[in-house]
């Protein structure tokens, strides 16, 4: 099990998994698809990936994801342990699987099956399987829906465990899948529930941060249901004080402000100072990673939404950011619209 002084370090994680080369060539596709996002969000530098090195008789996934990891980041850590391109021995399984603290299952069988046993023994966690290619990741998938605490000791969200053994998600729901099951197991910075749930308690309680976000009574209140059940979060970096100016309007027509959305001080018309700015940027991202949505609409392209889009960006958030307003080419109403959001929410 990972100790205290392992998880400030680096925190191992095995990916697990494999297709034949015989295999249909979609499914082999779909395995580096999956794998290689995965990869992606996982370049951090906290994060060390072990897996087999390149075998010709069979598709390997964390070889994908190695891939993935090295085009987000070309000095991520990746390690094979002793294998080779000409074996990978029971040995070499067995050290590896042992060595990790954690682990993703995408694809394989038996010798899938045998490194997740190995790494339950060793009591690695948490242990993510994924149904995107079938095989054995598909069944523990299945089997981590009713017995969780088999594969993970946190308290993760149901509907993240329902994704993870969907066969048929898109890569990066996946791969947003994984960084939420490890946030929520205090693997990457941005916490788990008990933590997400103090800091929705702090700002329903707060009448207003003094750094510039504001109360929400309720702060799932501020997210947006698209059709599909993604979670929409509407984004303004705007101007609030008496001095900066009028009231902003997210709606082009009929003109008036959204229902919702997480304000933000400070934009390119009316700046604030420095420690003002930086102070308001990390209680966004704070505020952000806690309701966790599926996709971010910015307000605006100026230097405060860069800002907030790079430190998610930068504590591994996965979710799709995206821009509304006068330099991004429509309103707020367009941005939510193309999400399926019904105009009743706004």
């Known amino acids: 099990m990972a100790t205290a002084a392992q998880r400030s370090a680096v925190f191992r994680i095995l990916i697990s998994g494999s297709k034949s080369p015989d295999a249909p060539r979609h499914e082999i596709e779909r395995l580096r698809q999956v794998s290689e996002e995965i990869g992606k969000v996982l370049a951090l530098p ?16 964390s070889q994908s994801a190695n891939r993935g990891l090295h085009s987000a980041n070309p000095h991520a850590s990746f390690s094979t342990g ?32 045998e490194e997740y046993q190995i790494c339950r023994a ?4 948490p242990l993510i399987p994924i149904a995107a290619a079938g095989g054995t990741g598909a069944t523990l998938a299945q089997r981590a ?31 947003k899948a994984v960084v939420d099951v490890l946030r929520a197991s205090g693997v990457i910075q941005g916490g788990g529930t008990g933590w997400v749930s103090k800091l ?30 993604r979670r929409v979060l509407m984004v303004q970096t705007f101007a609030d004080r008496r001095e900066w100016g009028g009231p902003s ?76 307003g006068k330099d991004a080419g429509g309103d707020a109403g367009d941005f939510l619209r193309g999400y399926g959001v019904d105009p009743s929410q706004w």
């Open 82 to 113: 002793t294998s080779s391109v000409d074996r990978f021995t029971h040995e070499d399984r067995l050290g590896l699987a042992a060595s990790a603290n954690g682990a993703i299952f995408i694809g394989g069988s038996s010798g899938t099956l």
């Open 122 to 125: 060793h009591h690695a966690s």
């Open 46 to 61: 906290s994060i060390e990936l072990l897996g087999a090195a390149e075998h010709g008789e069979r598709v390997l996934a």
């Open 145 to 175: 829906l009713i017995a969780p605490d088999e594969f993970w000791a946190a308290s993760v969200d149901p509907t993240t465990a329902t994704l993870l053994a969907c066969p048929d998600a898109s890569p990066d729901r996946y791969a």
């Open 200 to 229: 929705l308690r702090w700002i329903r309680g707060t009448r207003k941060v003094s750094s510039g976000v504001d109360r929400a009574n309720e702060a799932e209140a501020l997210l947006y249901l698209a059709r599909d059940g």
């Open 249 to 324: 309007y997210h709606l082009v027509s009929p003109r008036r402000p959204l229902q919702r959305v997480l304000k933000v001080y400070g934009n390119r018309l009316h700046p604030v100072g420095e420690p003002t700015a930086t102070r308001c940027i990390e209680n966004a991202v704070v505020t952000i990673l806690a309701l966790n949505p599926d996709a971010i609409g910015l307000g605006g392209m100026g230097p405060t939404a860069t800002a907030i889009r790079a430190r998610l960006t930068s504590e591994g958030f996965t979710a799709q950011i995206g821009s509304w």
